[in-house]
Nanobody, 118 residues
Framework: QVQLVESGGGLVQQGGSLRLSCVASGFTFSTQVMSWYRQAPGKERELVAVITASGRTTNYADSVKDRFTISRDNLKNTVYLQMNSLVPEDTAMYYC???????????WGQGTQVIVSS
């Protein structure tokens, strides 16, 4: 059974940093493209960052480029999201997910809340 457990969120002032973690289980983590999404109140869920299975290639939404860094540790089955220079618009629930289309990819964790105060 696929499980994704996010952690590391919290309340931070504008300009601050947070590091999110997501521990995965129930699938072969090292072979899967992983991603981070976020959903702000009243808004649709947004893809934030993607990392290939090897970790060599990453992609980011324009809104977080040059501020966020996605990384992974395949020995620990963990994907990270380092968030720097946070702004209030980054306030959202953050989720990790296997990146792909189809019901076999449609598993979500409970998310971790990030609140950025101005």
């Amino acid at each position: 059974q696929v499980q994704l457990v996010e952690s590391g969120g919290g309340l931070v002032q504008q300009g601050g940093s947070l590091r999110l973690s997501c521990v995965a289980s129930g699938f072969t983590f090292s072979t899967q493209v992983m991603s981070w999404y976020r959903q702000a109140p009243g808004k649709e869920r947004e893809l934030v960052a993607v990392i290939t299975a090897s970790g060599r290639t990453t992609n980011y939404a324009d809104s977080v480029k040059d501020r966020f860094t996605i990384s992974r540790d395949n020995l620990k089955n963990t994907v990270y999201l380092q968030m720097n220079s946070l702004v209030p618009e980054d306030t959202a629930m953050y989720y990790c997910k296997r990146f792909g289309i189809g019901p076999e990819y449609d598993y979500w964790g409970q998310g971790t809340q990030v609140i950025v105060s101005s």
